[in-house]
């Protein structure tokens, strides 16, 4: 590979033999699917798209199918930044996955690579991954059922506290008063909102 594609961070060229090495793919069975995923994803696509936002310049950058690949399987085993790259070391499925030709014992990078990737693309970049997953899958990527944890959000729920009650006994008392025809000398809406803040 020549200094100038490895600038660019292209993949290294899977066609380099090795006397000691067996290839990953002659090892790793043709029929899972991200050995049979890695033959659809159209890798060329990604390297030529996201050649721009890389310099002739500095230290060497990640290839560009490792770093897509690392965020598809980020994507499809539902896993955080550490765990693909923990995983990536020890499943040769997911090396191969990400163009590897022989079997890495080497971390592929840092996790915070991945969160640099992701700010070098940009919105537009992650939403061409996203794209390009959904015209992979066709009809099969839209969910019918879209389930959110809502665990964490912001609840609009209010508590029963006393301070809540007696304002409700008291307003319900003033509406009735109301309806009979009771004149009251005070309803006591001003103590009642002093005493809310005082309280809250």
């Keep these: 590979m020549n200094f100038e594609a490895k600038m660019k961070g292209k993949s290294p060229d899977p066609n380099q033999l090795s006397f000691y090495n067996q290839r990953l793919a002659d090892q790793l069975n043709p029929k899972h699917p991200l050995y049979r995923l890695a033959d659809q994803i159209p890798w060329d696509y990604f390297e030529k798209e996201f050649a721009k936002h890389y310099s002739h310049t500095g230290r060497s950058a990640h290839p560009v199918r490792l770093m897509v690949g690392l965020l598809i399987l980020k994507q499809l085993r539902n896993l955080s930044d550490e765990g693909v790259v923990e995983r990536w070391v020890e499943n040769g499925y997911y090396q191969f996955f990400c163009g590897e030709t022989f079997f890495q014992w080497d971390f592929p990078c840092h996790p915070t690579d991945l969160v640099y990737f992701r ?8 939403e061409r991954l996203l794209q390009v997953s959904i015209d992979l899958h066709g009809a099969k990527s839209q969910e019918r059922e879209i389930l ?3 665990t964490v959000q912001e609840k609009n729920i209010t508590f029963p506290t006393d301070t809540k009650l007696y304002r ?13 025809g009771v004149e ?4 006591y809406s001003r103590t009642i909102k002093a005493l809310l803040l005082a309280f809250s």
């Design 119 to 126: 700010k070098r693309i940009g919105e537009k970049g992650v």
């Design 184 to 187: 009251l000398r005070q309803t």
């Design 148 to 150: 959110i944890d809502s």
């Design 168 to 180: 409700k006994i008291a307003d319900k008392c003033v509406s009735i008063a109301g309806k009979e």
